[in-house]
Structures are given as structure tokens and as C-alpha cells.
């Protein structure tokens, strides 16, 4: 039996196409409606994220609607972080113990056209792109949106409006006008920007940096980092601060400088990038920020998600999984609430902002681990030592970026409490020699255990 409600998403982006095709799947009237061009006709990259990290969490939203297999078609495995030492030697961290644990690289493009393309075979879906919108009125139902081409104004009813427009959400601009209830809204930027390079495939098409990876050369304030991609080449990103810094993104004004910067600390990788002055200056620079807001929805008619109610940094490659888990956890509350928005809404919110505050702040933690401690020698030692208690006794221990990344069972909220405590824990009893090589694993994991719950006590009593 279908649904009545007419469903209009503004953002025909990863989140918003993923629950257009969910709503059309429960049998919702949907309108999805996006302000840039159709990315399937047009590259619309812009020098963005080409490439994501795509694990656990996204995985589960994929088998939600059915697509797990067309996506992981597309996806290159990435086993652990390849680091690159200042001397060009490289070794592999694992990210898990187990080898049926590793994230994927995976096209933004490509995904996004995948799951447009499932969502227009839905008949109660309709696709409507080079639409901008200007405001939205929650308690109306309607939303104004601009033609790029025709410059032509329209506004559109709907009984329910989600806003999955991004970061610069036009849904959330208009909440944040509303003053018939209380809004709160913070954005922090990092003082770091980004920019997209490229290391192209060899001339025989192969990859020239180990497939199966992803490359970091950690450079304490800056960082490279590079995934993999099918066509055989990587997706380089740089990391690094705008200014005060004597390499930074305001004084790297000439194709010198920068092939100057990239000797001393990328000569590994500067071997391989020979545009890189072209595609240096052509590309460009993007921010680094996190959004947090409340409420997410607006008088039982609007609701935020993904980047709209939490834009999150890229560093624990969970912005897009975080984003389709949005759409999973919504899909449950709607389930239990059906019939009732203003309650799925309120459900929706409670079971999922103490989430994705968590991962925004892991995000903002693990920015530091990687330009900074990745490859330091206790770092490297807790990563070993972590890697071997989950290989021995998996059911026992899991690092935190086990938790976060492949036990998608576990809230971020929750993931993020005990992985802290237990860094600590390990952190701890490595500086203080108390972990020592004549220890078996189960000893190891016994002292480990027991100072992760004593921090964990102190952490209660502290709050």
C-alpha cells in the first residue's frame, strides 16, 4: 500500500539519494531536488573529496536498500594506513587485527550515481536538478527554489521537507531565521585547508603505490594522505594550514615553492606527481569545519540530515558512512513512530546527535593522530600491541578504531567512551614499562582491561 505524504529532499547528494530511494522504497511520493547539474551528465567535482572511505556503517545502509553487492563492486579494499617516513621507507599499520576488516576506497561519483540511478527506476520518484533553494517555510510545508538556467521562482508544497543539502543546508538557514522556536548552531573551522592532487596510473595502467592502502606521510602540522582509485591511479590530498607556517597554502604562490615544499617532505611522492604544479594552482583550496545544531526538525515538517545536521572533518573517514548510518537509524524510528512524524522526528534526534557529536569529535582527534603520532614509536608500539590482542582474542578486545569503523552495532557515543578509555589505558601502561615483551597476550590484555576500567570509574566520577 503506498503512502499519501508527499516527500520533498532538498540535496541530491550521497545522504539525500540514499533516503529518497529509502522513502520510495516504503512507498512515499518523493521529490528530490538538487541545485547542481546532474553529476551522471556533467563533472561537477569542482576539486572536492573524489574519493571516500566507505566501511561498516555504510555497508549496513547499503543492505537496507538492497545495494551492497553494486556498491562493493566498486570499491577497492584498504587494509591498513601505509605510512611514508621523512627517509621514504614505508611499513603498514593494519587498521584491524582481523583480516576481514578493512575499509574501502571508493568513487564519490560513482556512488552517488549509483544510487541516483536506483532511485529514478522508483516510479514515485522524481529527480529534479539546477534547482537552488532560496528559503523554506517548516510550518507551511513549502520550499522556494531558483532555476539556474531560467532564473525562473518556484515554490513547491510538501507535507514533509528533509533537508540533506550539506554543510551550507538552506533548510537550516531557514530554521535558524525561525523565530518561533530556539535554535542553536555552532561551525568551527580547522586552520587547515585541503587540496586534491593526483597520482596518475603507470603507462601500463598499473598502480604505482601499493593498491590496497591508504598512504599517509604524517609531517607533524602537515599531511598527505592518497586512496586508491579503479583506473589505477590515487587521489592525493594534501593537508595543511593557510598561514603561519613557514610552508603554508598563503605563501605557496609559485609552481617553485611548491615543488620546493614537496621535495623536503613528499620526495616520494613528488617523484610520482609530475603536474603537480599544473594541478596544484587549478585545484582549489577547501575548508575544514564541523556543524553542530539543535533541534534537527522543525514543527513535525522539516527534518536535517547528514552534513545539513552534523558536517563532520574527514579524518576518520566516517563522514559519508555517518551519513548513510543517519539514514538507518531514521529508517528504525520511522518504523516504530509510523504515522506520526513528530514523534519519528523526536525519536530520530534522540537516538542519534549524542552519535554524531561523538564522531565529530573523534574526527578532530584523529586529524592530530595522524599528521602527528603515526608514526612515533609508541604509537606504533600501541598499534602493534592492539593488532595483536584483536587477532588472539577478538571477542575480547577491540582498539577504538575497531569500534568505530567495523562494530557498527556500537553507537559512536559508546564507541568513542571506551576507545579513549583503553588508549589511555595501553598508553599508560607502555610509558610506564608495565607491559613488557615476558608478558603473555592474555597478561597483556588482563592489565589492559583493568586500567581501562579504572579511567573508566574515574571518567564517571569526574562527571
Same mark, same amino acid.
Given at each position: 500500500?503506498?503512502?499519501?505524504e ?6 541530491a547528494g550521497l545522504?539525500?539519494?540514499?533516503l =529518497?530511494?529509502?522513502m ?9 531536488i538538487?541545485?547542481?547539474?546532474d ?11 573524489i574519493n571516500?572511505?566507505?566501511s561498516?556503517?555504510g555497508i ?16 577497492i579494499?584498504?587494509?591498513g594506513r601505509?605510512?611514508?617516513d621523512?627517509q621514504?621507507?614505508t ?6 587485527g ?8 571508493i ?9 541516483l540511478d536506483?532511485?529514478?527506476k ?6 529534479t ?10 510550518e507551511?510545508?513549502t ?7 531560467s532564473?525562473e ?12 543539502d550539506?554543510?551550507?543546508?538552506s533548510l537550516?538557514?531557514?530554521?535558524m531565521?525561525?523565530r518561533?522556536?530556539?535554535f ?14 593526483t597520482?596518475?596510473?603507470?603507462e601500463?595502467?598499473? !598502480? ?6 591508504l ?8 599531511m ?8 589505477g ?8 594550514a ?8 598563503n ?8 615543488e620546493?615544499?614537496f621535495?623536503?617532505? !613528499?620526495p616520494d611522492?613528488l617523484?610520482?606527481m609530475?603536474?603537480l604544479?599544473?594541478e596544484f ?8 569545519g564541523?556543524?553542530?545544531c539543535?533541534?534537527?526538525y ?6 536535517l ?24 537509524v ?7 513512530h ?6 519519528t522526528f523526536?525519536?530520530?534526534?534522540? =537516538?542519534?546527535?549524542?552519535d ?7 574526527a578532530?582527534?584523529?586529524?592530530h ?9 609508541? !604509537? ?29 552495532q ?7 567512551k571506551?576507545?579513549?578509555?583503553q ?14 615483551e615476558d608478558?603473555?597476550l592474555?597478561?597483556?590484555l ?9 579511567i573508566l ?5 569526574a562527571y
Open positions: 500500500m503506498k503512502n499519501k508527499n516527500i520533498l529532499i532538498i540535496g545522504c539525500g539519494s540514499l =529518497a530511494l529509502r520510495a522504497q516504503r512507498g512515499y511520493q518523493v521529490q528530490l538538487e541545485k547542481r547539474p553529476l551522471r551528465k556533467t563533472d561537477i567535482s569542482a576539486g572536492r573529496s571516500l572511505a566507505f561498516n556503517r549496513k545502509a547499503m543492505k537496507l536498500v538492497g545495494l551492497e553487492k553494486k556498491v562493493l563492486d566498486i570499491c579494499p584498504m587494509n601505509m605510512i611514508h621523512e621514504e621507507n611499513f603498514l599499520s593494519p587498521y584491524s582481523l583480516e576481514h576488516e578493512y575499509i574501502n576506497s568513487s564519490r561519483t560513482d556512488l552517488n550515481a549509483l544510487l536506483e532511485a529514478e522508483m516510479e514515485n520518484v522524481t529527480i536538478f539546477n534547482q537552488d533553494c532560496l528559503s523554506v517555510n517548516s507551511k510545508g520550499a522556494t527554489f531558483k532555476d539556474y538556467h532564473k521562482e518556484k515554490t513547491m508544497n510538501a507535507d514533509l521537507i528533509f533537508g540533506a550539506g554543510a551550507g543546508s537550516r538557514k531557514s530554521m531565521e525561525d518561533s522556536f530556539l542553536s548552531y555552532s561551525q568551527e573551522y580547522l586552520q587547515h585547508g585541503y587540496k586534491e592532487l597520482i596518475e596510473a603507470s601500463s595502467g598499473d !598502480f604505482q603505490l601499493y593498491k590496497n592502502a598512504h599517509i606521510w604524517p609531517r607533524g602540522e602537515d598527505l594522505i592518497a586512496l586508491p582509485n579503479l583506473d591511479s590515487f587521489t592525493v590530498t594534501l593537508f595543511l593557510y598561514a603561519d607556517s613557514d610552508y603554508c597554502f605563501d605557496l604562490t609559485t609552481v617553485e615553492k611548491v620546493e615544499y621535495k623536503i617532505n !613528499f611522492a617523484k610520482l609530475p603536474n604544479g599544473e594552482f587549478e585545484n582549489p583550496t577547501g575548508a575544514l564541523t556543524v553542530k539543535s533541534p534537527w522543525s514543527h513535525g515538517k522539516s527534518l540530515m547528514g552534513d545539513a545536521a552534523h558536517a563532520i572533518v574527514p579524518f576518520y573517514g566516517q563522514g559519508m558512512n555517518a551519513s548513510f548510518e543517519d539514514v538507518v531514521f529508517d528504525e524510528a520511522l518504523e516504530k509510523t504515522g506520526d512524524w513528530e514523534e523526536k525519536a530520530y534526534q534522540k =537516538a542519534r546527535k549524542k554524531t557529536d561523538a564522531i565529530a569529535d573523534l578532530i582527534d584523529n586529524f593522530e595522524m599528521k602527528e603520532h603515526t608514526a612515533a614509536p609508541i !604509537f606504533q608500539q600501541k598499534r602493534k600491541l592492539e593488532t595483536a590482542l584483536e587477532q588472539e582474542f577478538p571477542a575480547e578486545y577491540a582498539s577504538k578504531y575497531r569500534l568505530v569503523t567495523f562494530q557498527e556500537i553507537g559512536y557515543a559508546e564507541a568513542m571506551r576507545g579513549r578509555a588508549d589511555k589505558a595501553m598508553l599508560r601502561l607502555i610509558s610506564e614499562e608495565k607491559i613488557t608478558l603473555t592474555a597478561e597483556k588482563k592489565l589492559v582491561k583493568e586500567e581501562t576500567k579504572a570509574e574515574e571518567d564517571t566520577v
